[in-house]
């Protein structure tokens, strides 16, 4: 069974950073390409950034391009959203996911094979 535990959220003021981490098991970790979405009060889930197995590729929506990076180390099964130049407008509950499959790409939530429990990212202004 796997299981995806997110920590590094937290409360910042506008223009800081933070940085988010995921660290999965139960699963062959490297097998799988990793994203991250976030679900804002009455807004549905939405996408913000997915990386391919093997972490050459990347992809982001459009609203965090050039502010949010996101990375995975295989050896240490965990995957890092680094969150850059933050808005109010980024604050939400961030999800770890796990694709279905290796490549990276814009999923809809549906798409998504597992979840993490999420961690809070409050923005202030």
């Known amino acids: 069974q796997v299981q995806l535990v997110e920590s590094g959220g937290g409360l910042v003021q506008a223009g800081g950073s933070l940085r988010l981490s995921c660290a999965a098991s139960g699963h062959t970790f490297s097998g799988y390409a990793m994203g991250w979405f976030r679900q804002a009060p009455g807004k549905e889930r939405e996408f913000v950034a997915a990386?391919?197995?093997?972490?050459?590729?990347?992809v982001y929506a459009d609203s965090v391009k050039g502010r949010f990076t996101i990375s995975r180390d295989n050896a240490k099964n965990t995957v890092y959203l680094q969150m850059n130049s933050l808005k109010p407008e980024d604050t939400a509950i961030y999800y770890c996911?796990?694709?279905?499959?290796?490549?990276?790409?814009?999923?809809?939530?549906?798409?998504?094979?597992?979840w993490g429990q999420g961690t809070q990212v409050t923005v202030s202004s």
């Open positions: 996911a796990q694709s279905r499959g290796q490549y990276a790409t814009r999923w809809p939530a549906r798409e998504i094979g597992s």
């Open positions: 990386i391919s197995r093997t972490g050459v590729t990347t």
